[in-house]
């Protein structure tokens, strides 16, 4: 049940008028119910996956939090890491590690022979195994107390909005607003309405609109001279932010609608001016897990900068590695990685961010943004052995070819830029709805016209499903 089709808009009127003339409890018990059968669309038979890493979690967590034996304590999260990361190994990696041990044991002479599973990648499994694993987790740290009640708790894991793509959330945030009643007022329908029109706008219009230029460029490298290759590049960075970014909208704004309150994802990531800085605003929710549950308990800044880089190495190792199991995906953690290392090196990060006038400013972000569109190459080939094909091609004499493509990147993706770069001046990520009302419905009406006029709904699959 894709958020942009009619099915879904349907499903959520439905759920969200009934959830307006239940009492509380009648809520949870809805929303549980709801973010079932909206999991059970994907495929019913992965309801018992969820439900059972949920399960263990819960009872996990319970029994951890009664002992004040550091063994066993120890010893019930290891349980608890090992169920939840073999899961998540099982569906989304053994394919990948068993392959690669076969065709390098092939080239050292050993002749094997067995088969590979071939198993449905359960969607939205590496957000939800995040999730129930920092539950835990903060439980064993002594910075939660778990909850009793277990329905609640399902529920927490189970969030219809934010279940498949994120924001990964945390108990602290998330399960408090579960457990308690939520008042709708005028603000929830104002930044709901907002957060959900501007979510559609930018993955009907803006990434499903581009998806089938980039799409034409790296399906085909050989077929693309160097300028399409960078138009298609570019088409597919605003394609990815527009689609994720997108689908966090929609999710924040339909939670917020029935009073809940999900963690902000993105804030303009393409204004950033360093990795740092980008990893501050692009997939915080993923950003901010890595940092405190891997990159913090590695040893963190901590240990001299030899440790430290060693550190943001493995953390952004992993973290490409989260995102799927291919070596494409390796490579732009590899990649990343080392820009963090990079500008750490020279004493340039998030917090302490390139120094200068306006104009050094600009070129520190269009620096950076280039550097990006890097990570994206490798990111968006459909296999690693495509790279060297799409950067020599990209380094050829390059021919003024890719017009019609360019001209569209910039219709689709201009508006949106010039939304961020308001919101950046701001430092407002609702500074639409804090504007003048003539501004207000302007910018609504004009983000509504393109979506009537140029949108085509459920065209494109969200991206990050496949994660």
Known sequence: MLFNSFRFIGFFLVVYTLYRVLPFRGQNWLLLLASYLFYGCWDWRFLGLIWLSSTIDFLVAQIIYASSDPRRRGLLLSIS??????????????????????SLLSSLGFEL??????????????????QTMSYTIDVYRRQLVPTRHYFDYLLFVSFFPQLVAGPIERAGNLLGQVERPRCIGRSNWT?????????????????????PIANAVFNAPALNSGMEIFVGLLAFAFQIYGDFSGYSDIARGTARLMGFELKLNFRMPYFAKSPSDFWSRWHISLSTWLRDYLYIPLGGNRGGPGKMYRNLFLTMLLGGLWHGAAWHFVAWGVYHGLLLIMFRMIGV??????????????????????????????????????????????????????????????????????????????ADMLAILHAAPVIRWAVCGILLLFLVVSGAMNSYEFIYFQF
Not at 81 to 101: Q, S
């Open 81 to 102: 890491l090992v169920v939840n990361l073999g899961i998540l190994f099982v569906f989304k990696y053994y394919g990948f590690f068993a392959d690669n041990l076969h």
């Open 349 to 426: 990060t998030d917090k302490r961010p390139p120094r200068g006038n306006g104009l050094i400013q600009t070129i520190s972000v269009m620096g950076f943004f280039m550097l990006t569109l890097g990570g994206w190459l490798l990111f968006r080939a459909n296999e690693l052995a495509d790279v060297p094909e799409l950067l020599t091609r990209m380094v050829h004499p390059w021919v003024w070819s890719g017009k019609k493509a360019l001209l569209s990147v910039v219709v689709f993706a201009g508006p949106l830029m010039i939304l961020d770069y308001y919101q950046e001046r701001r």
């Open 191 to 211: 930044e709901g309405a907002w957060l959900v029109l501007l979510g559609y706008y930018k993955k009907v219009v803006v990434a499903d609109n581009l998806a």
């Open 113 to 130: 022979s067995w088969t590979t599973l071939r198993i449905v990648l359960p969607v939205g499994i590496s957000f939800y195994t995040f």
